[in-house]
């Protein structure tokens, strides 16, 4: 069995190329650039820039896990047209994500054996903050009240793996997140005691949250729509799921055990 992973270099299509791969399974991983790609020894890599790969990409393919890094479904429909696979497990998203929506209405119009895995918050969003962590031992942003249940990429890419390999999970959506809610302040705390470095935490006003981060290089739109999530996410937080549980049999990962797994990334001694 040929199992196809696409964005097989980001946080979860990762997790799931190497948890397939300690299977021992026949993974094949499509990157834009084999040359920086770190993927474990024996898998597969194939070069290729969505939404338009070689057809070579697909040849022998049983299964996909689909990663869509975009926020619309252009070229989707002709990604799936050409898999020769019927199985494909999807990343979307938690919230009713309007670009979740769209991509999951493509892959149910193709009648394929889908199975959707709907993620809230990845507790690697919080990387974004590892410049200002090793810097000047803070974080600032907007939305000190926001609360997030952070999910552990390796969970997600868990209840991946097995909506891979066992037919029980065809035609179903999995509601994914961490165990608990944690708050930016608890985001900050939890990266110092980690660390061994305190890390507080200044709120900024939304004005000069979105500032900063079109100053960090996110486009407008990814601006405008991340800071009314965030800002309806303050006084309606996603909700906590057992789900990961439930899939697993392990219970989801705490964020703290996301930033030890993650330290390096917030030691003033890392490199970006
Ligand atoms: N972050 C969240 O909180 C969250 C929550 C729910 C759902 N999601 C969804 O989860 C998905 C993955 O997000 P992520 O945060 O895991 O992203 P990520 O870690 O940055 O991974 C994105 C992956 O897509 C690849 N990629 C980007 N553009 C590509 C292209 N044109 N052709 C081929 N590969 C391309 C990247 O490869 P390179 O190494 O070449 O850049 C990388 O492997 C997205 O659809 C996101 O919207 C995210």
Avoid: C
């Avoid at 929506?101 to 919080?126: C, H, K, M, Q, Y």
């Avoid at 891979?164 to 708050?183: C, N, Q, R, T």
């Amino acid at each position: 069995m040929t199992i196809l992973v696409t964005g097989a270099t980001g946080k979860v299509g990762g997790q799931v190329v190497r948890q397939l791969a300690e299977r021992g399974l026949d993974v094949r991983a499509l990157v834009r650039d084999p040359a920086t790609a770190r993927l474990p020894d024996g898998v597969s890599v194939v070069r290729g820039s969505l939404p338009t790969v070689d057809s070579s990409v697909f040849e022998g393919v049983d299964r996909l896990f689909l990663v869509w890094p975009f926020f619309g479904v252009d070229g989707l429909g002709d990604f799936l047209d050409a898999l020769p696979a019927r199985r494909v497990v999807y990343l979307s998203s938690s919230g009713g994500a309007q670009w979740a929506e769209a991509a999951e209405a493509v892959i149910r119009s193709r009648s394929l054996d889908w199975t959707f895995l709907r993620p809230t918050g990845f507790a690697g969003n919080t990387l974004e903050f590892a410049s200002q962590v090793k810097e000047a031992g803070v974080i600032e942003a907007a939305f000190a009240s926001l609360a997030r249940p952070y999910i552990h990429e390796a969970d997600i890419a868990a209840v991946g793996v097995r909506a891979l390999l066992d037919d029980g999970y065809i035609g179903k959506s999995f509601e994914l997140s961490g165990p608990a809610l944690v708050s930016q302040t608890e985001v900050a705390r939890t990266i110092g005691e980690v660390t061994g470095r305190p890390v507080r935490f200044r709120e900024l006003t939304p004005a000069q949250g979105a500032e900063k981060l079109r100053s960090a290089g996110w486009a407008e739109e990814l601006v405008t729509s991340a800071s009314a999530a965030w800002a309806h996410m303050t006084e309606h937080p996603e909700p906590v799921t057992s789900t990961v549980e439930e899939v697993t049999g392990s219970p989801a990962r705490t964020y703290r055990q996301w930033v030890i797994d993650h330290a390096g990334a917030f030691s003033p001694t890392a490199t970006p």
